[in-house]
């Protein structure tokens, strides 16, 4: 089974930048497409950002193109994702989940693609 483990939330203001790392063990990292989701209270888990086994391919929300990042470390068995100009909001939980795929370049982007999640890091921006 694999395991995730998030990290880097806490409290930023609005325009600042924040990184958020996921650290994966328990299976071999290769294997598994990666994504980041968020959360915020009353409403549903959605998409922030994935990526593909390869790391050649990735996905972003739209409210997110162009000012956030995925990546992925083999050498450190991690995946990161940052973002900059970060907008006021309601505190969100970001959560990183995994996936196996058989192709090392499809990245999923729906919940219901990854059976396997962290426990989520909180985040919150205040203007």
């Known amino acids: 089974q694999v395991q995730l483990v998030e990290s880097g939330g806490g409290s930023v203001q609005a325009g600042g930048s924040l990184g958020l790392s996921c650290a994966v063990s328990?299976?071999?990292?290769?294997?598994?497409?990666m994504g980041w989701f968020r959360q915020t209270p009353g409403k549903e888990r959605e998409l922030a950002a994935v990526?593909?086994?390869?790391?050649?391919?990735?996905h972003y929300t739209d409210s997110l193109e162009g000012r956030c990042t995925i990546s992925r470390d083999s050498t450190k068995n991690t995946v990161s994702l940052q973002i900059n100009s970060l907008k006021p909001d309601a505190p969100a939980v970001y959560y990183c989940?995994?996936?196996?795929?058989?192709?090392?370049?499809?990245?999923?982007?729906?919940?219901?693609?990854?059976?396997?999640w962290g426990q989520g890091t909180q985040v919150t921006v205040s203007s």
């Open positions: 328990g299976r071999t990292f290769s294997d598994y497409a």
């Open positions: 989940p995994a996936t196996a795929t058989i192709s090392r370049w499809y990245a999923p982007t729906t919940l219901a693609d990854f059976p396997s």
């Open positions: 990526i593909s086994r390869s790391g050649r391919n990735t």
